[in-house]
Each structure stands twice: as structure tokens, then as C-alpha cells.
């Protein structure tokens, strides 16, 4: 599939009066018509620059980006304002306007556009049904909770049928389980309406619940890319590791210092293959992290194993869990 984002060499530089920040190092990245791209990092990474570089509300010190083949580094004003109607964005603290009713809120974007009052309205109605809120078109922000008040955002951002939706940290300020409803909704939002999502997030959780590729970004450099299985399951770089094993990995008072990672898939979790092998290769392991994630629907599981000392044994059992098709990996520096 063609894609509609194509990110080319992306260099941006913050220069102050004492001094400069490079946020963004040469970042180069495709985003498939239609999917749902998680941008993944800590706080600081440049993950948020990024994101506002696609649509040109930063403008890159160097490189391109495409929207559709289209290079905005070319547009004039006139041509970026008509293109950002094309992309729309939601934001962490939702951006709404407290004096205005939650109908009003969605028809902002439209009035802007130019569209009659009348089809505005009815067009802002159909959209808060689609969100959910087809109640609460009278209401104003501060009497909604903070889902509510996401659900109005992402309303508004349909408005003018965008083809691409940006969400900047959009689950940050909501609690686990207004979170899930929020992703829930974005994901029928891309398969009914077909919108290219990009999320941008430092929460593993969130990518994995909804997103089919991801792209990590480590002190404005890309890391790692791929789709969320082939990095959960093998991640490469420190920065996946670090983000996949959401741990401090390092764990105190530890005797042996070698340790293993396993991914569990679907053909592996029926089978009580841990207490197999200690059976079968007649040596201990310790269990340092267990954990299951929900990606695309399909289980993964992932176990972190002290290994025994002795050097025979453990290959040993390295070698009885790949027989099993298990994906092992080894994990440096995981014990003091």
C-alpha cells in the first residue's frame, strides 16, 4: 500500500539566544494510507515535535514530508491552511472553547470553512452521535468528565473530513479504563471512516491496544520501526527494550547474571513449558517479570528468567525453549 505520510530526512533545531536544541536527527518513516501509526518515546525524545512537523505547525530545519506526494515544504500559507483541513489534530488537555456548547465546539472548524450554519449543526449532531454524546449537544465543557470532554475533541476534529487525525498524547489525562474507551473509539473511527490515525504516546499500552505499526523515537533519532508485533516480540534497540519491558532493568543481589527473554504466542500457551523444561533439563530458574499484552487482539505473554549458573545447564535450556518455537532472546546487564 502507497503511503500518505512520507517523513524524509526530518532535522529540527530549536535555537535560543545562548544556545540549540536538535530535536528531531534526520528521521525518515513511511505511514501507510489507513493505518494506525503509534509514535512511541520518554518525555523529551521529540515525538511531539514530530507529530507537529506533519503538518507543518513546526517547520522542519531540514528535510521533507509528503502528505499524498505532496511536498508541504513547497506550499505557500494559502496552500498549508487548505491542506491542514486534510489533517486534523486532538490534544492531551482537548483544546475546547468553555463558553461555547459542545455543538458549538464541533462546529467550530466548519465555521471556519465557511459551511452554512445549518449544515454545520446538523453535521456536528451526526458527529456527536458517532462519538457517543448525542445527548450532550447543549452541554458545555465543565460539565463533562475528561472522556467526554475527548469525545467532543475527536467530534470536532471530523468535522471537515480530515484524512488524517493526529492525536498528541490524547490519552494522558484520562484514567485506564476512559483510556480503553477512547482507543475503542478511535479504532471504529478508522475502520468506518478509512482516516489514517497517528499516535503519538510514551505508554507502550496504548500502542499495543490499537496500533498496528510503531515507530520509536530515542533523543530525537529513530530507534526502531516496524509493526507492534515484530518489536514486542524482538525488539532491538535499548530505547524498544527499555519501552517493551516497561521495568528498571536492573534488579539487586542477583547471583547469576544471565538472563533470558521469551515471547509466548499463541501455538506456546497452552503448554506448561517453564515447569517442562526445569523437569526436563533438572536445574532452577528464577522468575524476574511475567506480563501479557493484548496486541491486535492476539495474546502475547513475555517471562524474564534468571538462568542457573552453570553455563551447560542454561544453554541447555535456551536450546529446549527454541525447540518449542518459543522466541528467546538473552538480556544484558538485567542483575547487578
Do not use: W
Not at 517547520?59 to 515544504?73: A, Q, R
Not at 529513530?222 to 515484530?230: D, F, I, K
Not at 532491538?236 to 519491558?245: N, P
Amino acid at each position: 500500500m502507497e503511503p500518505i505520510i512520507q517523513i524524509q530526512k526530518v532535522s529540527k533545531t530549536f535555537r535560543g539566544r545562548d544556545n540549540q536544541v536538535e530535536a528531531l536527527k534526520g528521521i525518515t518513516l513511511d505511514i501507510e494510507k489507513g493505518d494506525i501509526c503509534g509514535i512511541i518515546g520518554m518525555s523529551g525524545a521529540g515525538k511531539s515535535t514530530l507529530v507537529r512537523c506533519l503538518n507543518y505547525l513546526e517547520k522542519p530545519t531540514s528535510g521533507t514530508v509528503l502528505i499524498e506526494n505532496k511536498d508541504l515544504s513547497a506550499m505557500s500559507e494559502r496552500e498549508l491552511r487548505k491542506i491542514r483541513t486534510e489533517i486534523a489534530m486532538i490534544f492531551q488537555h482537548f483544546n475546547l472553547l468553555m463558553q461555547r456548547s459542545v455543538l458549538d465546539n464541533v462546529c467550530v472548524p466548519m465555521e471556519i470553512a465557511g459551511v452554512k450554519k445549518k449544515d454545520a449543526r446538523k453535521r456536528a449532531l451526526e458527529l456527536l452521535e458517532v462519538v457517543g454524546l448525542g445527548d450532550k449537544a447543549k452541554s458545555y465543557p465543565a460539565q463533562l468528565s475528561g472522556g467526554q470532554k475527548q469525545r467532543v475533541a475527536i467530534a470536532r476534529a471530523l468535522a471537515n473530513n480530515p484524512k488524517i487525525l493526529l492525536c498528541d498524547e490524547a490519552t494522558s489525562a484520562l484514567d485506564p479504563t476512559t483510556t480503553k474507551s477512547i482507543l475503542k473509539l478511535l479504532q471504529q473511527i478508522n475502520r468506518e471512516f478509512g482516516i489514517t490515525i497517528v499516535i503519538i504516546t510514551h505508554e507502550m499500552s496504548v500502542v499495543q491496544e490499537i496500533c498496528s505499526h510503531v515507530a520509536i523515537i530515542d533523543n530525537g533519532v529513530l530507534a526502531e520501526s516496524g509493526t507492534v508485533t515484530e518489536v514486542f516480540e524482538q525488539p532491538k534497540s535499548s530505547a524498544a527494550k527499555k519501552l517493551v519491558y516497561m521495568v528498571n532493568p536492573r534488579v539487586e543481589r542477583m547471583t547469576s547474571r544471565r538472563c533470558i527473554r521469551i515471547v509466548f504466542q499463541e501455538n506456546s500457551s497452552f503448554e506448561p513449558v517453564i515447569a517442562n523444561m526445569i523437569l526436563e533439563c533438572k536445574a532452577v530458574v528464577n522468575i524476574l517479570k511475567a506480563d501479557t499484552s493484548d496486541i491486535g487482539g492476539i495474546a502475547h505473554g513475555q517471562m524474564i528468567l534468571q538462568l542457573p549458573q552453570e553455563r551447560a545447564d542454561a544453554d541447555r535450556m535456551i536450546q529446549y525453549l527454541r525447540d518449542r518455537r518459543l522466541i528467546v532472546e538473552e538480556v544484558e546487564d538485567y542483575v547487578e
